[in-house]
C-alpha cells in the first residue's frame, strides 16, 4: 500500500476566516473562507492525507472545537473521520497557512522590511 501524501492545512485564516480574530482555543465564530470545505473535498477525493493543524490544537479544547465548527459548517460526516487533526505540526508534502513566506532558496532570503510588513491575506484588503 502506497502511503498518501500528507497536505497540512492552517486552520485559522485558511479554513476559517478568523475575521473576527482570536477568541479563545475553543471559541470559533467565524463563516469558512470561501471554497475551504470544497478544497478540503478535492484533497481527500485526490488521494491526500489531510491534516488541520492550528495554535489551537495543543491546547485545551481546540481540536474537539475545531472538530465541532466542520460539523456546524455541514462538512460531511465520512469527510471528516478523514481529517486528521495532530496536536503537532506533521512532516508534511505540502503546508497551507496565511502566515507563512515561501523561501525559495539561499539567494532569496527577504528583507527584515519585508519581515516587518508581513500582513496575512486577510489583513491585505484581499
Partial sequence: ????????????????????GWK???IIPDAPVPGALEFIEECIFTGFAVA???SRSHQKGGIEAMIRWFKTQGLD???????????HKPPAFLGIDDRV?????????????????FQPWNKRGI
Fill in 1 to 20: 500500500m502506497t502511503e498518501r501524501k500528507i497536505i497540512c492545512l492552517d486552520f485559522d485564516g485558511v479554513l476559517h476566516s478568523y475575521s473576527s
Fill in 24 to 26: 479563545g482555543a475553543d
Fill in 52 to 54: 488541520v493543524y492550528s
Fill in 77 to 87: 460526516t465520512d469527510l471528516l473521520a478523514q481529517i486528521d487533526f495532530p496536536n
Fill in 101 to 117: 513566506l515561501t523561501f525559495n532558496g539561499p539567494d532569496s532570503w527577504p528583507s527584515m522590511k519585508d519581515v516587518e510588513n
